[in-house]
T-cell receptor, first 114, second 116 residues
Framework: AQKITQTQPGMFVQEKEAVTLDCTYD???????LFWYKQPSSGEMIFLIY??????QNATEGRYSLNFQKARKSANLVISASQLGDSAMYFC???????????FGKGTKLTVNP | EAQVTQNPRYLITVTGKKLTVTCSQN?????MSWYRQDPGLGLRQIYY???????DKGDVPEGYKVSRKEKRNFPLILESPSPNQTSLYFC???????????????FGPGTRLTVL
């Protein structure tokens, strides 16, 4: 069963605007972590942000924030003040506690327009 | 500089010719893993290792072998490559911290493999 769902194959945003990339997940384990990675056209995977299932506050890292809604099992990535360099594939991933296995969604391609 | 390195970055080979993709990390991470990325499928785990001499299968292990003789190295071996193993391969590593829910995995730059 697919555990991570990213429903937006592609998204477009104007430079300097905010954008939300959706991610829903499925797990029965109360302990888990959620991750977002960025993959630019050069191909490398860049870690952006992490949210633990017991974290009380939504994670933030600079212009990235994670809108964590536990009851809805969603972990959307919000990028504020988009820049041209934000154009990339974005992957949501989950790891259940103690498993060390990272399960990825299929990704969302973000294009930032000038 | 803390990093995960992979070699080669690009490889074109022919069916049946054994090859090894190396992965090395300098962060003293216990955990290492191999993934393959295919269009429309995201990343899928091939094998992982929790520490030296401890390896286990991921979701798509068929056609691959790994070894973990040293903590820093985790080579991926294709004994008899086939065209369906044409893919982008990533190595990743992380700490395993007791008491911490999960540890962030850091990825190498990727190896683009084409099997003709």
């Amino acid at each position: 069963a697919q555990k991570i769902t990213q429903t937006q194959p592609g998204m477009f945003v104007q430079e300097k605007e905010a954008v939300t990339l959706d991610c829903t997940y499925d797990t029965s384990d109360p302990s888990y972590g959620l991750f977002w990675y960025k993959q630019p056209s050069s191909g490398e995977m860049i870690f952006l942000i992490y949210q633990g299932s017991y974290d009380q506050q939504n994670a933030t890292e600079g212009r990235y924030s994670l809108n964590f809604q536990k009851a809805r099992k969603s972990a959307n990535l919000v990028i504020s003040a988009s820049q041209l360099g934000d154009s990339a594939m974005y992957f949501c991933a989950m790891m259940e506690g103690g498993s060390e296995k990272l399960v990825f969604g299929k990704g969302t391609k973000l294009t930032v327009n000038p | 500089e803390a990093q995960v390195t992979q070699n080669p970055r690009y490889l074109i080979t022919v069916t049946g010719k054994k090859l090894t993709v190396t992965c090395s990390q300098n962060m003293n991470h216990e955990y290492m893993s191999w993934y393959r990325q295919d269009p429309g499928l995201g990343l899928r785990q091939i094998y992982y290792s929790m520490n030296v001499e401890v390896t286990d299968k991921g979701d798509v292990p068929e056609g691959y072998k790994v070894s973990r003789k040293e903590k820093r190295n985790f080579p991926l071996i294709l004994e008899s490559p086939s065209p369906n193993q044409t893919s982008l391969y990533f190595c990743a590593s992380s700490f395993i911290t007791p008491g911490l829910l999960t540890d962030t995995q850091y990825f190498g730059p990727g190896t683009r493999l084409t099997v003709l």
